[in-house]
Nanobody, 124 residues
Framework: QVQLVESGGRLVQAGGSLRLSCAASGGIFSNYAMGWFRQGPGKEHEYVASINWSGENTFYTDSVKGRFTISRDNAKNTVYLQMNSLTPEDTAVYYC?????????????????WGQGTQVTVSS
């Protein structure tokens, strides 16, 4: 049973930066693609970014391209989301998830284990 624990979310001013972490346990972390999703107030669940097993391939939704960077450290069983130039529209609960595939996955349905989420609030 894979367990995922996100951390790093907090209140930050617009234009600021945050780094989210997601620590995994209970599985062979380096075998799986990882993803970040978010759900803002009154919004649907939204794909943010994903990374393949080695970290060589990444993919981002258009709204975060150039501002967010996903990375992973397989030795630490951890995936990160560096978020820069934050705007109030980035306010959401951020979730990490793992997919039963080494390749980048884009759809929530392709992910099988999810963390509990970490709240990011960006003030204007």
């Amino acid at each position: 049973q894979v367990q995922l624990v996100e951390s790093g979310g907090r209140l930050v001013q617009a234009g600021g930066s945050l780094r989210l972490s997601c620590a995994a346990s209970g599985g062979i972390f380096s075998n799986y693609a990882m993803g970040w999703f978010r759900q803002g107030p009154g919004k649907e669940h939204e794909y943010v970014a994903s990374i393949n097993w080695s970290g060589e391939n990444t993919f981002y939704t258009d709204s975060v391209k150039g501002r967010f960077t996903i990375s992973r450290d397989n030795a630490k069983n951890t995936v990160y989301l560096q978020m820069n130039s934050l705007t109030p529209e980035d306010t959401a609960v951020y979730y990490c998830a793992t997919a039963p595939s080494p390749s980048v996955m884009l759809l929530p349905s392709e992910y099988d284990y999810w963390g509990q989420g970490t709240q990011v609030t960006v003030s204007s």
